[in-house]
């Protein structure tokens, strides 16, 4: 009987490491998967992201917005007509107001 049980004993440990070599090997397999599986998605996202730069840049072309523009009735700015916003008036717009009015937003009269 003595026999039986450490035989028994010892049957339970090398099953027992086995199903932990078993189980290891799963998961290493199961690791290898996964990170396959991301990479292949990585790719997918980046041919994904490479096609949009493509279509992006083919969908500001100055040659295909140029004509879409001007049947709007839109044309290119000359340097006379851009205000920079946020800076101070350039000096020939300056000397141009006129002496005695009031500055641009409001301060003059009571302040």
Do not use: W
């Not at 096609?51 to 700015?77: E, S």
């Amino acid at each position: 009987m003595k026999f039986f049980v450490v035989t028994l004993i010892v049957f339970a440990a090398l099953v027992a490491c086995l199903l932990d070599v078993v189980s290891a090997n799963h998961d290493y397999y199961a690791t290898a998967y996964e990170i396959a599986r991301a990479t292949r998605a990585q790719r997918t996202l980046e041919d994904e992201h490479r096609q949009l730069l493509i279509d992006r840049a083919a969908l500001l072309d100055p040659g295909r917005l140029t004509p879409i523009a001007a049947r709007h009735g839109l044309k290119v700015a000359t340097a006379d007509q851009i205000v920079l916003v946020g800076q101070a008036p350039a000096p020939a717009s300056a000397a141009a107001a006129a002496p005695g009015s009031a500055p641009v937003g409001g301060a003059g009269k009571g302040q």
